[in-house]
């Protein structure tokens, strides 16, 4: 941990404005459920939460860092990390709104990207609606990588990808080399190394803006885990005074848990800082109001919080 920042107001919570991007297979719920001023007429597919990413970069909303960008805070005051060394700011955080099935997709992992100028990522996705099919493609058939190319270059994607059951509530961990398509009528959070290296394998041909999108079929046979790694992940649940808080997955690059809280509670922070987005209810965070469709950054040095529920909030740390 590093040293606790003293000075007055250093504690403060950093209320970040999301960044909205336009995708062929993007819908309206992000404006229905949120109350996120979008334009009518546009399919957005994705709202970046927390980004410090060149596509979106979000500003901070008020306070005493108002109008910086994440990645010139990320540069300018490492403290409020806690000091960690990355260059770039290392995560990412999304709600992805499904209105049609995004591409079958694999990403590499941190040494396939470092020889390709890309980045390694690890993704985890937490199912906010599961959408009528309730289904979502994790993993494949094939035995090895050869039986996998084979049948991908033959398209026979029916047999090859696997659809798994999913709920809302459900989490999903998507290892780098995990083949993966999330489908139509899915919303859903997700917390990702930021990075942006997808490997498009198959888009159902489909036209976007006249086009089809550009696939990268020998990046993603090259980095396709075979045969596929099984995901399941198991929550692990912590009944505190007032809430629950649920660890749904801790791995080398991030540590994702929900928190419930139903009138009062003071949570320990446990991270350098904290990613954090109210998702269900309206409440109070040390002090500040918050809402279903609010993000911030819990600083470092901040050693609880005091919610005020009931709100469900999605808590990250790295
Ligand atoms: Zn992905």
Known sequence: MADVDDKPGSGELIFLEPVFLTKVWGGTRLRDLYGYVLPVDEKVGECLAISARPEGDCIVKRGRFAGMRLSALWTERRDLFGGLQTDTFPLQVKILDAHEDLSVQVHPDEGYAARHNGGGKNECWYVLRAGDAGRVVIGHEAESAREFAGLAREGRWGELL????????????IPAGTVHAILAGSLIYEVQQSSDTTYRLFDYDRLDGGAK???????????????SRPVAVSPVVTVLEG???????????????????????????????????????????NGAEVAAGDHFIVPSGVRELDVTGPLTLMVTGP
């Open 162 to 173: 696997r659809s798994v059951e999913m709920r809302e509530g459900d989490s999903f961990f």
């Open 213 to 227: 999108r550009q696939l990268h079929v020998e990046e993603a046979l090259d980095v396709v885990v075979a045969p």
């Open 243 to 285: 809430a629950t808080r649920t660890l749904l997955t801790r791995n080398d690059f991030f540590t994702f848990s929900r928190w419930d809280v139903d009138r009062a509670a003071t949570v320990p922070v446990d991270a350098p800082f904290l990613l954090v987005s109210a998702m269900e209810g309206s409440g109070t965070v």
